[in-house]
């Protein structure tokens, strides 16, 4: 909750400029506390890799007159989850 909060604080101070840096901060926060077979979770997010991926989506969503901004929230779901899934299967030590 703490993390939430700091990082909505961020943002609104920032105007938005450092939602990127939020985002990674709450999503570190919630895998601090989240243990799976008594191993910790890690985020391995990095936020100057999501502030790239800010600005592509942006051009993109000017280019195609907004309708890519209906994909932005789908790519940010995902990529927390492609986070999770390699840390799960580090601990599980799962080949591909």
Known sequence: ??????????????????????????????????YIEGKQLEFTGDPFELFARYIIWWVFTIITIGIYSLVIPVRLKTM??????????NILKIEI
């Open 1 to 34: 909750m703490f993390y939430i909060i700091v990082g909505s604080l961020i943002t609104a101070i920032t105007l938005g400029l450092r939602i990127y840096y939020s985002f990674c901060m709450i999503k570190d926060g919630k895998t601090e506390h989240t």
């Open 80 to 89: 927390g989850s492609r986070t999770y899934s390699i840390c799960i299967m």
